[in-house]
């Protein structure tokens, strides 16, 4: 049999120089696997590395809400003038907007101290509406329509689960710039991606509509669900808005029922 008759793969006989290749990449291919398993074990998860900062728009869309729900509110239960804590929440909103309109990344102490100084407006406005509902409640004066108290105690509820997310969204980690550079190694709320990253993609970190989740379902379950609070301000935080909701549903909804009775 001549040479050009044999197979490649016939003993005693050398195969062609891709066939040698392959053949080397085969044995090579489950150490390359490990390596590259070994440095996705060894590199830090997204929410521990430099990231670019998140979307603007979905914390201030929820700002925007938050003050609609206070211009709707009835007059006797808002801090007077009516219009003074949500004029000033829309300009801080314009400050914030403009300073950093896409992407929230600039590392600015100014620009976070008007961040939270916008929270505690929106905080204390509605504080002040739900101590004014819950005292006339208490005291008869609040609730002759059942319909209208629960628009209005809605209106606060949803108003106090965006307060809160904010509050969430903003100190965990040192806030959405800090945790886009990396700042803090440790988070103050351990989300699901965390515990379990083969779960999540590679670049996933909390934004602001996770932690809307987890304001949403620590009022509403009134106990942390599946994101587990670390620190003890995160812990007296999450318990303060559970005893708030747990007051002012527990009471409107009481009162709504007691009228249609």
Do not use: C
Not at 244 to 251: A, K, M, N
Request: proline share 8%; aromatic share 10%.
């Amino acid at each position: 049999m001549s040479q050009e008759e044999s197979g490649p793969g016939e003993p005693g006989r050398p195969g062609s120089e891709a066939e040698r290749l392959d053949r080397i990449e085969e044995l090579l291919a489950p150490v390359v696997s490990g390596v590259e398993a070994a440095g996705r074990r060894l590199r830090p998860p997204a929410w521990r590395r430099v990231t670019r900062g998140e979307p603007r728009w979905p914390s201030t869309v929820a700002v925007l809400v938050a003050v609609v729900l206070q211009w709707l509110l009835p007059e006797r239960l808002a801090i007077h003038p009516a219009w003074l804590l949500p004029g000033l929440e829309t300009a801080l909103v314009l400050v914030l907007v403009a300073a950093d309109p896409y992407r929230i990344e600039r590392v600015s102490a100014l620009y976070r101290w008007v961040g939270l100084a916008l929270i505690a407006l929106i905080s204390t406005a509605n504080g002040w509406s739900a101590v004014l509902l819950v005292a006339g409640l208490v005291r008869g004066t609040e609730g002759s329509d059942a319909g209208q108290l629960l628009v209005t105690g809605g209106g606060i509820w949803l108003t106090n689960v965006i307060a809160f997310a904010l509050w969430y969204w903003e100190w965990d980690r040192g806030g959405p710039v800090a945790r886009a550079h990396a700042v803090r190694r440790y988070p103050d709320f351990l989300f699901p991606q965390m515990a379990t990253p083969e779960l999540a993609p590679e670049h996933w970190e909390p934004q602001f509509a996770d932690y809307f989740y987890l304001s949403f379902t620590n009022a509403t379950a009134f106990s942390p669900t599946d994101v587990m609070p670390l620190t003890r301000w995160a812990k007296l935080l999450m318990l303060l808005q559970s005893a708030v909701s747990l007051l002012t549903v527990l009471l409107v909804v009481a009162r709504a029922v007691n009228i249609l009775k």
